[in-house]
Structures are given as structure tokens and as C-alpha cells.
């Protein structure tokens, strides 16, 4: 019988391949989940390493780990809710779930809810950055905070036309779970922004450092945030019905005449043929505090570079020095912190996708109240009520436009259209 | 035993399918996120892991069905690899054989242990580890199943001679298609306090790259291997129809986790409707492409073995 042998240098080099690739997965123990700190604010801000680390120990104090939330009874939470969402993905013997978070959301959204998760960079719109505490999709007037409910809505229904996926197969505790633990993550993060701005405004007797007393830290900079929170309850548009005689044809065309009108000036941004392709240079609030840092830096390299140094005093040139080397960190902050910017074009109104629902209520909201964060403007005070409702019907009806009733004047063939 | 009668080839092909479904069960515990539905090990909620009761196990919760029916199958395949090697050790006198049989119980020794720790420790990093070690079993196990059958060691379809360039395409195959289930596994395991867009868009890239040169490969190797034995031919037409498969799984896998990439397909294309989370056929998409991706490579070790990997030297490049 003939023995065959394997070829020695090939068998041991694809051992000796996969067992390095082996390894290479995991060269040491997963470290345990944290929550990243605001470096662009606090770079911006030019907090000292003390400062930051003042910060992070206060919020350490009021909120917690990601594994082990703490939740003070001012931030108005269920302590029992977030800690279903809260922590590493576990279940027991009878099915409970715990850490909903990192197994629905983190990936995008990020364990911090900084929309800086693994996957951001790949989605269009990016993900969601809660630490501002600024939400698009509500039942409430531009600056408030979205009720309870709207975040359950938006994690029940998904965002059409993102990467944002229903999450209607979860039982409806876990959801609600899910919306508490993103208010938790938002007054987190808009409570770390309070700090940081903070010290901007210390007097000198302070020697640099956050006051640390209840009355600063939960009545003066918890309490304000949370309380936006809870008033978000009761703070929902009130919408007058839609007339139930309405003549929907008049209305469409009345709405048509808003659309393309200067009150309304829908048409500046959604183009004359509704397509979105109007004004599209624009960008969300989230990008363009990027892009204001962006040229910001740019300038100030700009003029340090330019900057001659020779006839300076020593407390100049230090200053300088300093000045250079604030630029190279913040430059290096945002490399690793912060997402390439992304215009937000203006809706195509003509696929019948609306990110924020498709219930004529929703477009009401979005009309009346604008799209906070995104240049949307809010048309209350300048269209009235029942006028909102004739371009919520115009809106309704351009998915379905016939071709040459495409804008006031411009006509676009059908194969333009997309 | 029957005397006479050689059990290594039936054994390694009982140990092939069985490995399969335990892959198959541990691609759902990943998407299923279900590796903590049981916290301790190796017993099951304070209970020996095979007498856990049946009713609680098979129709309880789906992670907990999930989980420890991928340990009882992990359990199945030890026992089954233990009786490989007893039968390899008294039947089978190739060296290659019996060397990869030894591979094969240390492997899944230490599959065992990882499995374990991952759980133990709660660690995601122990379960990308795990998740490398699980195919490369899986390829042990198909490579004693293609030495001890009809075209192996001492088989009657065995060729006199073997293609050099045929068998560097394959090997090249065999080991682009591991660097693929490596990259998969941290995309799939991904530890999102720890990963940052940038690492992932490289992670993506390599995948991306990696299926591009598996693709390829595989059908690259269908011309070399065209003038080959039946079984080279077979094996080489099966890998690039599955490739073909895989990739339209992949982009599928994509979508169902990420929706349709922006820019990429006319807007007129982009569904109405969200994506819904934890859907069955999302599921099933995902966990597909993982466990094509193994069939994938095991294809690859079984047309590497037909293509001469485990020949002598001298019989390579004379045909």
C-alpha cells in the first residue's frame, strides 16, 4: 500500500496560517464597556486633563457604567426599565432579556449613544447622536424634547428610508425598555455638555473646578435637563381635526398654491418639481457643528502658521505654542471622534417614503412644527392650521402627480424623476 | 466493530453532517445574540448538560434552545471525533490520516474549552476565537472524510498524477476562504464599546476584498481542474455555483442588517417599508451567508484533497 504523506512545509504552513489567524482574533480579554467622553466638546471647550477627569467622575456619580446604571430619582426614570436595557446581552432560563441596548442599538448608535458605534460610517443619514438631546421625529413643537410615546413610535416603526429597522417583533416591554434607556443615554449626554460648558463660566475663585454640591450639579444642571423630559408630556401639539367636508381636490390645489407660495416656500428646498432637489447644500445641526469646528481649525491654522513669532514675548510665544498645540489635538480629536460630514438633502416628496410616518398627523407635525436639528423650518405662526392641512394633502398627493403636473414650471419626464 | 469492515470513511462522514448542524447552531447563537442564555458551564442551570430536562430545553425559549442544543451537539461531535480516532487508530495506517484525526480531537478539546470560557468570562474576544476554531474543525473533519473514501489515501479513484497549478489555486482557495470566515467573525462578533468606524470600514474592506479573491479563485479553479478526475471537476463546479450563492447572500446580509447602501441603487429602488429587527428572514439570510461560508470552505478542503494536497511531493506537477 502506498502511504501518502502530506507535503510537510504545506501542511505546516496552513497550520501555522490558521492557528495565527486564530490568534490574531483575540490577542487579549475584551475590555468592559464605558462611556466615552465628548472630546469634541471638551477640545472645544479646552478643558484641562483635570477638567475632563472632574467630569467623568461626576457623571460616573449621577449615571453609572454602561453595565451598572445609576438612575437618580430627579432624571424621572424606571430604574427596572433601564436596567433591562442597560448592561451585556443575557437571557434566562424563562427567556428574559437583558441588555436590549447593546444588542438592538449599540452597534450604530454607539455604547455611549454618540452615534459613533462600529457601523456609523457606513449608514446614510448617520445614526443618531443622542447626547445633544435634539430628536427629529415628534409629537411636540421644535425645541422640545419628544414625549415617551414618539420614541416608542419611532423604534416600533422603523425609519423608512435609513438604516433605522422596526423593531416591532420585540414584545412592547422591551421596546419600552429601549426608549427609556436612549432618554437616559440623551440626559446622560446633554448633562455632560451642561459640565463641560460649565466651566467657561467659573469665576476665579473656583480655581478651575466644578463646584461639587447638590445645588450645582443636580438642581442647577440635572434637574434643568431632566425637567425638559418630563415636560415633554405634556407638551403635544394640539391639532385641529382636518374638516371632515373638506374638498379634497380644492385642498390639494390649495396646498399646491402654499407649496410654491412665499408663506409656506416649500419649494425652496423641495425644488419646483418636488424631488429635493431645491437648496441641498445644507447640513443637519449635528455635521454642521462639525463643519463650523472644521473651519474654525482651519482657519486658526491658517493664522498660527502665519503668525511670525520672532518679535514675540515669552508669554506670547507660549501662548502660541499652546494655541499649535490645541489645533494638532483637536485635529486629532475629531480624526478619531467625530464622523466625515454629510450634507442633508432635502425629502424627495415624490417616493412616498416620510421618514417621520406617513399619517397625515405625522406630516402635520412636521409641517407645523419643523424637523428639529435639520434645516426643516417650522411653518407655525406663519401658515394657519387649516392651510397646514392643505399642503399635508398637497404633499400626500405628489407621489402620485401625473408627469406633467410636475412642479409650476418646469415639466420632468418620468425617467428624470429619480 | 465489524471485522473486515473499515468504518473510518461512514465515521468521518457521520462527524461531517454533524459538525455542520453544530456550525449551523452556533451561526444562530451569534445572531440570535444567545451565548449567555445559559450562564454557567459545563452544566446547564445547575443541571448536567445531558440531563437538563428535554421539555424545558426543547420548548423553552428559543436562546436557550438555541444555546444548549449547540452544546448537547458540541458534546455529540466530541464523542463522535473520540470514535473516529479509535477506529482511525486501529484501521487506518496513513500517517496523514491518523496525524489529522489527532488534529481533529485536539481541536475539539480546545473548541470545548473556548465555547466554555466564552461563557464563563463573558467574553467577546474568546468568542471570535471561537468562532475561527469552529470552521477549522469543520475543514479537519472533511479532510479525513476526502482521504478515507473511494478517492483518498489508498482509494480506487484515485489519479496517478496531479496538477501543480490546479492544486495552488485551491490551496490559495482553501485559504482565502478561511481568511473569510476569520473576517466574518468580527463582523459578526462585533463588541461595539470597542470596534470604532474606522476599524469596522477596514474589517468591511477586508471582507470585501476577501470575497472578491475567493471568487476568483473558485472560478479560476474550474478551467484547471475541467481536465481533472471527475471528483476535481465535480468539487470545483459545486464551490463556484456556491460562491455565486454566497455573494448574493453577502449583499443580502448587508441589506436585512443595514439597509441598501446610499448612492448605490437608483432612489426609486429603496424599499417604503423599514427593515424589521429580529425578523425570521433576516435571520435566515445572515446566518445562511455564515454557514455557505463553511460549506464554502469545506468544499475548498475537499477539492484541495482531490486536487493532491495531502500527495507526496513527487506526485505533484508530474501530470
Known amino acids: 500500500m502506498t502511504f501518502i504523506i502530506m507535503h510537510r512545509r504545506t501542511s505546516h504552513t496552513l497550520a501555522g496560517l490558521a492557528i495565527c489567524l486564530t490568534a490574531l482574533t483575540g490577542c487579549g480579554k475584551t475590555p468592559p464597556a464605558y462611556f466615552r467622553p465628548n472630546m469634541v466638546e471638551a477640545t472645544k471647550q ?14 460616573l456619580a449621577m449615571f ?15 430604574e427596572a426599565k433601564l436596567r433591562l436595557a442597560a448592561g451585556p446581552v443575557r437571557s434566562d432560563i424563562v427567556g428574559r432579556k437583558n441588555g436590549l441596548y447593546r444588542e438592538h442599538c449599540a452597534h450604530c448608535h454607539g455604547v455611549t449613544g454618540d452615534a459613533l458605534g462600529p457601523t456609523a460610517a457606513f449608514l446614510n443619514p448617520y445614526p443618531r447622536d443622542y447626547r445633544p438631546g435634539v430628536f427629529k421625529f415628534k409629537s411636540t413643537e421644535r425645541a422640545d424634547k419628544p414625549t415617551h410615546a414618539d420614541l416608542v413610535r419611532v423604534l416600533h416603526k422603523g425609519i423608512p428610508g435609513t438604516s433605522m429597522p422596526s423593531f416591532a417583533l420585540l414584545p412592547a416591554a422591551q421596546v419600552e425598555a429601549l426608549a427609556e434607556y436612549v432618554k437616559y443615554l440623551s440626559i446622560r449626554g446633554e448633562t455632560e455638555l451642561a459640565l463641560m460648558r460649565a466651566y467657561f463660566e467659573l469665576d476665579d475663585d473656583a480655581q478651575g473646578k466644578l463646584p461639587e454640591t447638590r445645588e450645582f450639579l443636580i438642581d ?14 405634556d407638551a403635544e401639539i394640539q391639532v385641529p381635526p382636518m ?71 515669552p508669554e506670547e510665544l507660549a501662548e502660541h505654542r499652546g494655541q499649535l498645540a490645541w489645533l494638532e489635538k483637536f485635529g486629532k480629536v475629531l480624526d478619531g471622534d467625530a464622523l466625515e460630514p454629510r450634507t442633508i438633502p432635502p425629502r ?3 417616493h412616498g417614503i416620510y421618514r417621520g410616518g ?27 392650521p387649516e392651510d397646514i392641512w392643505h399642503i399635508v394633502n398637497y404633499v400626500r398627493s405628489l407621489p402620485y402627480e401625473l408627469d406633467g403636473e410636475l412642479g409650476a414650471d418646469k415639466p420632468m419626464l418620468a425617467k428624470d424623476r429619480f | 466493530m465489524t471485522a473486515g469492515f473499515n468504518w473510518t470513511f461512514p465515521l468521518a462522514c457521520l462527524l461531517v453532517g454533524a459538525t455542520a448542524v453544530l456550525l449551523c447552531f452556533g451561526a444562530l447563537v451569534t445572531t440570535y445574540d444567545a451565548a449567555m442564555a445559559v450562564p454557567d458551564w459545563p452544566a446547564t442551570y445547575g443541571h448536567n448538560m445531558f440531563l437538563f430536562p428535554f421539555a424545558e430545553w426543547f420548548y423553552g425559549p428559543w436562546d436557550l434552545f438555541l444555546e444548549h442544543g449547540h ?51 463573558d467574553d467577546k474576544t474568546v468568542a471570535k476565537v471561537h468562532a475561527c476554531t469552529g470552521p477549522l474543525f469543520f475543514a479537519v473533519a472533511v479532510a479525513v472524510a476526502a482521504l478515507t473514501g473511494r478517492r483518498g489515501v489508498a482509494g480506487s479513484e484515485r489519479p496517478a498524477a496531479f496538477d501543480r497549478s490546479a492544486l495552488r489555486v485551491t490551496v490559495a482557495l482553501l485559504v482565502a476562504a478561511y481568511v473569510q470566515l476569520v473576517a466574518g467573525a468580527q463582523l459578526r462578533h462585533l463588541d461595539a464599546a470597542a470596534v470604532s468606524p474606522g476599524t469596522f470600514r477596514w474589517l ?55 439597509g441598501v447602501p446610499s448612492g448605490l441603487l437608483p432612489a426609486s429602488w429603496i424599499p417604503t417599508e423599514p427593515l424589521a429587527a429580529r425578523s425570521g428572514r433576516g435571520a435566515a439570510i445572515v446566518t445562511g451567508h455564515v454557514v455557505l461560508g463553511m460549506l464554502i470552505l469545506g468544499g475548498s478542503v475537499a477539492l484541495a484533497t482531490a486536487a493532491g494536497l495531502f500527495a507526496r511531493p513527487q506526485e505533484r506537477g508530474l501530470a
Open chain 1, 64 to 78: 453609572g457604567t454602561p453595565d451598572e446604571p445609576v438612575c437618580l430619582p430627579e432624571t424621572g426614570l424606571d
Open chain 1, 243 to 313: 374638516p371632515a367636508d373638506i374638498d379634497l381636490v380644492a385642498s390639494i390645489a390649495k396646498g399646491k398654491e402654499l407649496f410654491y407660495g412665499g408663506k409656506a416656500n416649500c419649494v425652496k428646498c423641495h425644488g419646483v418639481t418636488g424631488l429635493g432637489d431645491g437648496q441641498a447644500n445644507d447640513y443637519d445641526d449635528w455635521n454642521k457643528a462639525i463643519v463650523e469646528i472644521g473651519k474654525e481649525l482651519s482657519s486658526g491654522a491658517t493664522a498660527a502658521r502665519e503668525a511670525s513669532t520672532s518679535g514675540m514675548s
Open chain 1, 46 to 59: 479646552r478643558l484641562t486633563p483635570d477638567q475632563e477627569q472632574q467630569v467623568s467622575t461626576i457623571l
Open chain 2, 71 to 121: 452544546r448537547l451537539l458540541g458534546a455529540t461531535v466530541g464523542l463522535i471525533t473520540l470514535a473516529l480516532a479509535a477506529v482511525v487508530w486501529m484501521r487506518e495506517p496513513s500517517a496523514t490520516v491518523r496525524g489529522l484525526v489527532v488534529a481533529a480531537v485536539l481541536l475539539v478539546m480546545v473548541q470545548g474549552a473556548l465555547g466554555g470560557a466564552r461563557v464563563l468570562l
Open chain 1, 358 to 384: 406617513r399619517r397625515p398627523i405625522d406630516l402635520y407635525y412636521r409641517i407645523h412644527a419643523g424637523i428639529n436639528g435639520a434645516p426643516m423650518p417650522a411653518a407655525k405662526g406663519t401658515v394657519p
Open chain 2, 204 to 258: 468591511v474592506a477586508l471582507h470585501l476584498a476577501g470575497a472578491a479573491a475567493v471568487a476568483a479563485l473558485s472560478w479560476a479553479a474550474v478551467p484547471l481542474c475541467w481536465s481533472q478526475q471527475p471528483a476535481t471537476r465535480r468539487w470545483a463546479l459545486v464551490i463556484a455555483g456556491l460562491v455565486v450563492c454566497q455573494l448574493a447572500l453577502g449583499a443580502g446580509a448587508w441589506f436585512v442588517s443595514w
Open chain 1, 348 to 350: 424627495n416628496l415624490r
Open chain 1, 220 to 233: 442647577e444642571t440635572l434637574a434643568v435637563v431632566a425637567d425638559k423630559w418630563k415636560a415633554a408630556a
